[in-house]
């Protein structure tokens, strides 16, 4: 037990205004790690925007299986959840967005709306490609296109505040 003052106590526990919402665009390659470092650094009652889940959620379909008729009601939810992120609507007090953004202005334009920080997951390409070689349940030759395109695209960041966060 440690004794502290109301106002410091409300703090610590976040009660009464003193929550720090924090909004977070994790990006990079596929195969760079960007669900992986969200699932360990959130917290229970973040919000987690992420295609894939998105995907999944809708579908009912196994992970990375994606009709393509239900494209535009994916596609609706995901554009709701980040409006709900720019609005901060609900309590909660981090969320996190999942994506590849390759291009540097889309990021900034994203990171502007939505008042993000980012935080680029920079796994080298080669990691991205022996990470998918490793695994066996998803089509190798589709998401070797798939990374190969992100790098194609890839513009590095101009902005001092991108996180690199290693090898993750």
């Given at each position: 037990i440690m004794l502290v003052h109301h106002k410091c106590h409300n703090h610590i526990h976040q009660k009464l205004c003193h929550e720090?919402?924090?909004v977070f665009v994790v990006w990079?390659?596929?195969?760079?790690g960007k669900s992986t470092f969200v699932k360990q650094n959130m917290a229970e009652g973040d919000i987690?925007?992420?295609m894939d889940s998105i995907w999944q959620c809708v579908s009912g379909c196994e992970r990375y299986v994606k009709p393509n008729r239900l494209k535009s009601v994916v596609f609706t939810i995901h554009s709701q959840l980040l409006e709900c992120v720019r609005m901060r609507q609900g309590k909660w007090l981090t969320a996190w967005v999942i994506g590849g953004y390759p291009f540097e202005g889309e990021r900034q334009r994203l990171l502007n709306a939505l008042g993000a920080r980012d935080i680029f997951i920079d796994t080298p390409k080669e990691e991205c490609i022996k990470r998918l070689f490793d695994l066996e349940q998803r089509n190798q030759k589709q998401w070797?296109?798939?990374?190969?395109?992100?790098?194609e695209r890839y513009s590095p960041p101009q902005s001092a505040l991108t996180q690199p966060m290693g090898d993750c």
């Open positions: 720090q919402r924090q990079g390659s596929p195969f760079s987690v925007v992420d070797l296109e798939f990374i190969q395109q992100w790098w």
